[in-house]
């Protein structure tokens, strides 16, 4: 079982920046492959960004040099820093877990899931 549980989200202007948390529980931390998703309100989740055990990222072209995903395994934590932020980023944000990079692939992929984080960018 792990457990995630995100932090950092908040009120900001546009332009504006904020650093995303995701403390995770678990021995096999390093070994899941670690992705960030949002959903909108009335929109669909969407993945904003992925990191594997071997930290290779992605990102969709929505967000691809505004956000960076990071991950600290001593840690047991990922990143999700913002930066360039729009009112169109404004969402919830989670933090999920895959224990499969083919998995990874797909948000039924992922195996858990933290409870969200209110980002809200105003104009």
């Known amino acids: 079982q792990v457990q995630l549980v995100e932090s950092g989200g908040g009120l900001v202007q546009a332009g504006g920046s904020l650093r995303l948390s995701c403390a995770a529980s678990?021995?096999?931390?390093?070994?899941?492959?670690m992705g960030w998703f949002r959903q909108a309100p009335g929109k669909e989740r969407e993945s904003v960004a992925r990191?594997?055990?071997?930290?290779?990222?992605y990102y969709p072209d929505s967000v691809k040099g505004r956000f960076t995903i990071s991950r600290d395994n001593a840690r047991n934590t990922v990143y999700l820093q913002m930066n360039g932020l729009k009112p169109e980023d404004t969402a919830v944000y989670y933090c999920?877990?895959?224990?499969?990079?083919?998995?990874?692939?797909?948000?039924?992929?992922?195996?858990?899931w933290g409870q969200g984080t209110q980002v809200t960018v105003s104009s």
């Open positions: 999920a877990a895959s224990n499969s990079l083919l998995g990874s692939l797909r948000e039924s992929g992922y195996n858990y």
């Open positions: 990191i594997s055990s071997g930290s290779s990222t």
């Open positions: 678990g021995r096999t931390f390093s070994s899941y492959v």
